[in-house]
Protein backbone atom coordinates (compact mmCIF):
# COMPACT_ATOMS: atom_id res chain seq x y z
CA UNK A 1 0.00 0.00 0.00
CA UNK A 2 1.97 2.76 -1.27
CA UNK A 3 1.86 5.90 0.50
CA UNK A 4 2.89 9.30 -0.49
CA UNK A 5 6.54 10.71 0.45
CA UNK A 6 6.98 7.40 2.29
CA UNK A 7 7.00 5.76 5.26
CA UNK A 8 7.84 9.11 7.73
CA UNK A 9 5.55 10.85 6.31
CA UNK A 10 2.93 8.55 7.14
CA UNK A 11 4.22 8.71 11.05
CA UNK A 12 4.40 12.36 10.84
CA UNK A 13 0.83 12.33 9.50
CA UNK A 14 -0.89 10.21 12.06
CA UNK A 15 0.89 11.71 14.93
CA UNK A 16 -0.45 15.17 13.86
CA UNK A 17 -3.89 13.53 13.59
CA UNK A 18 -3.73 11.98 16.51
CA UNK A 19 -2.67 15.68 18.14
CA UNK A 20 -5.05 17.10 16.65
CA UNK A 21 -7.60 15.10 17.82
CA UNK A 22 -6.26 15.06 21.20
CA UNK A 23 -5.80 19.02 21.17
CA UNK A 24 -8.23 21.25 23.34
CA UNK A 25 -8.62 18.15 25.62
CA UNK A 26 -7.64 18.20 29.17
CA UNK A 27 -4.88 16.00 30.55
CA UNK A 28 -6.96 12.73 32.16
CA UNK A 29 -10.09 13.78 30.87
CA UNK A 30 -12.88 14.25 28.61
CA UNK A 31 -13.63 17.81 29.00
CA UNK A 32 -12.65 19.95 26.55
CA UNK A 33 -10.97 23.64 27.44
CA UNK A 34 -12.51 27.08 26.55
CA UNK A 35 -11.41 27.97 23.56
CA UNK A 36 -12.18 31.74 24.01
CA UNK A 37 -11.11 33.81 27.05
CA UNK A 38 -13.64 33.25 28.90
CA UNK A 39 -13.16 32.95 32.79
CA UNK A 40 -14.58 31.06 35.94
CA UNK A 41 -16.47 32.33 37.89
CA UNK A 42 -16.15 31.17 41.33
CA UNK A 43 -18.64 31.84 44.03
CA UNK A 44 -16.90 34.47 46.62
CA UNK A 45 -15.86 32.74 50.09
CA UNK A 46 -15.77 34.10 53.51
CA UNK A 47 -12.16 34.69 54.36
CA UNK A 48 -12.49 32.94 57.62
CA UNK A 49 -13.47 29.96 55.46
CA UNK A 50 -10.41 30.44 53.58
CA UNK A 51 -8.32 30.32 56.20
CA UNK A 52 -9.48 27.54 56.97
CA UNK A 53 -9.42 25.66 53.88
CA UNK A 54 -5.66 26.23 53.99
CA UNK A 55 -4.96 25.74 57.60
CA UNK A 56 -6.58 21.83 56.65
CA UNK A 57 -4.70 21.25 53.39
CA UNK A 58 -1.59 22.81 55.06
CA UNK A 59 -1.88 19.99 57.75
CA UNK A 60 -2.76 17.16 55.41
CA UNK A 61 0.20 17.96 53.81
CA UNK A 62 2.38 18.19 56.32
CA UNK A 63 1.09 14.77 57.61
CA UNK A 64 1.50 13.26 54.36
CA UNK A 65 5.47 14.57 54.43
CA UNK A 66 5.57 13.24 57.97
CA UNK A 67 4.71 9.75 57.07
CA UNK A 68 6.81 9.95 53.85
CA UNK A 69 9.79 11.19 56.17
CA UNK A 70 9.14 7.66 58.57
CA UNK A 71 8.46 5.29 56.02
CA UNK A 72 11.96 6.51 54.28
CA UNK A 73 13.49 5.51 57.69
CA UNK A 74 11.91 2.82 58.13
CA UNK A 75 13.18 1.72 54.86
CA UNK A 76 16.59 2.52 54.90
CA UNK A 77 16.87 0.68 57.97
CA UNK A 78 15.33 -2.38 56.87
CA UNK A 79 17.86 -2.27 53.94
CA UNK A 80 20.59 -1.93 55.99
CA UNK A 81 19.64 -4.43 58.83
CA UNK A 82 19.10 -7.16 55.61
CA UNK A 83 22.06 -6.09 53.88
CA UNK A 84 24.09 -7.11 56.70
CA UNK A 85 22.11 -9.94 57.97
CA UNK A 86 23.11 -11.43 54.44
CA UNK A 87 26.86 -10.62 54.38
CA UNK A 88 27.17 -11.91 57.54
CA UNK A 89 25.67 -15.17 56.64
CA UNK A 90 27.57 -15.85 53.80
CA UNK A 91 30.82 -14.50 55.16
Not at 33 to 50: A, C
Not at 73 to 91: G, I
Request: charged letters at 35%.
Amino acid sequence: MPIDGGRLNAHKARTEDFRRRKEGKLKGSETLRSTSNQKIDFDPVDPVELQKIKDSIRLKSKKRKRTNVVLLLFSLVAAVLLFFLFTEKYS
